[in-house]
């Protein structure tokens, strides 16, 4: 039997053990283990934990009762955890029961319950009631489980925040401005870092990089602009990575945006031929200089395209096994080896993987909607969706459920971070993510 003169206090640590032994196997997945004896939350748990069983019992003053409330109101999470606390089944019961019943037996009760935990594994339960040393013992651990109980729960207060930190840290940026510039002699300059102003010289050239994100070729003396034909061609190559994009003005003056994970080689200078073509992969949007005595050609995967001045996009990402070019002013045509096509403003030609080409109209708003700083897809897959969104936020996707498939229609900022973007999607109700790292996970 329990010391008499400790009934009263060690009928109240008993209590105290059976209620918030409920609060960390309620509110937190770990077990109490020595590493937290040591948390700066102790104190104050211990504190808390006397209110609210005070208050369970009726016992609370004016002043600790003001303290209690106040302590519920400067967080949502610690009203959340007194409500819970209060649903808990049976918690009202018990209470009752250690008023009633006699210490021993609740001590018995407690015990049983607790030696999954591993509290008492070690401990001989035959001998725990019959001596003073052993009740100081048990008091002594029940005091302790008290403050870890509420300690689980600061902890996990802490935890949470720590993950709102790490979730910030880890918030993954939209692309930007990065390219590399591969110049006729090998040279490799790149654009990210290179400062505003001349980058190098080629004969009568100068590839100037501005403050606006793009480089542009000035010819420095059109009177020597006169380069034999039958001399070799020099060509410079831009190329951009995953979660880039960049714009270049080319020596005729037509400009071309690349995005991400894309390239375009170029003569240094089109005086020398009678035409002027360039050779594209990836994807780019194209405002071709008006030039009637020299065609603009871009060769891209099997397709040639024609114009002689005029505004288009081209879509031709080889994971996307189709070439897309769409025509928004002037007149475009279209060559492959099945055959050639001509397409006029709001339409598009599309090669399959087989070569063939066909024409429909289009919304090109959507297909040049990422020029204008904007997902936007109507009726699109959702691997095509995460395919742009790998290239360009630098992401590897992994599906989790084979949903690729499913449709979506939709637009935002592709200047957003990309939790912005996947929310977005998950709106729907047809897919949900999770970002590990660099990695997203697509699942229903």
């Avoid at 689980?152 to 918030?171: D, P, T, Y």
């Avoid at 189709?322 to 060559?335: D, I, N, P, S, W």
């Avoid at 229609?409 to 993510?433: A, C, D, K, P, Q």
Wanted: one cysteine or more; a negative charge; glycine letters at 6%.
């Amino acid at each position: 039997m329990p010391n008499p003169e400790l009934d009263s206090g060690f009928g109240m640590t008993i209590l105290r053990m059976k209620c918030f032994k409920k609060i960390i196997f309620f509110f937190h997945p770990l077990r109490p283990s020595a590493d937290y004896y040591s948390m700066e939350f102790n104190e104050q748990g211990f504190q808390k934990a006397e209110l609210i069983l005070k208050f369970m019992r009726n016992e609370l003053s004016k002043a600790e009762e003001q303290e209690l409330f106040s302590w519920l109101e400067e967080d949502q999470e610690n009203k959340e955890f007194f409500d819970k606390l209060m649903k808990e089944p049976g918690l009202q019961e018990e209470l009752a029961f250690f008023q009633s019943t006699r210490r021993d037996e609740a001590w018995d009760e407690i015990t049983k319950e607790l030696e999954p935990v591993g509290y008492w594994a070690e401990q001989d339960r035959s001998n725990h009631s019959s001596n003073y040393r052993s009740l100081l013992r048990y008091a002594a651990a029940a005091s302790v489980l008290l403050i870890l109980s509420f300690g689980a729960f600061f902890l996990l207060k802490k935890e949470k925040q720590q993950e709102v930190i790490a979730v910030k840290k880890q918030e993954i940026k939209p692309g930007g401005n990065r390219a590399m510039l591969t110049l006729a002699d090998g040279r490799q300059i790149s654009l990210d870092d290179a400062a505003n102003g001349e980058l190098a010289k080629l004969e009568n050239i100068s590839i100037v990089k501005t403050a606006g994100g793009q480089i542009v070729y000035q010819i420095k003396d059109n009177n020597s602009n006169n380069t034999d034909p039958s001399g070799p061609i020099a060509y410079n190559t831009i190329s951009t990575p995953r979660g880039g994009q960049y714009k270049v003005i080319l020596p005729d003056g037509s400009s071309v945006l690349l995005n991400a994970v894309s390239s375009l080689k170029y003569p240094t200078s089109f005086s020398a031929s009678k035409q002027r073509k360039v050779e594209l992969t990836g994807e780019a949007y194209f405002e071709v200089a008006k030039d009637k005595a020299r065609p603009f050609i871009v060769s891209c995967n099997n397709q040639t395209v024609q114009v002689l001045g005029t505004h288009f996009n081209i879509n031709g990402y080889s994971e996307e096994g189709v070439t897309k070019t769409t025509l928004l002013e002037g007149a475009v045509r279209v060559k492959s080896s099945g055959g050639s096509v001509d397409i006029r403003p709001g339409e598009q030609s599309l090669l399959a993987s087989n070569e063939t080409l066909s024409v429909s109209a289009v919304d090109t708003e959507e297909a040049v909607a990422w020029v204008n700083g904007n997902f936007m897809f109507n009726s699109q897959d959702l691997g095509s969706i995460m395919r742009s969104v790998s290239r360009w936020y630098d992401t590897d996707v992994q599906y989790i459920d084979n949903i690729a498939s499913r449709k979506f229609t939709g637009s935002i900022s592709r200047y957003e971070n990309v939790t912005e973007v996947l929310n977005m999607l998950e709106l729907t109700g047809l897919v949900h993510f999770k970002v590990d790292g660099r990695r997203i996970l697509v699942m229903k």
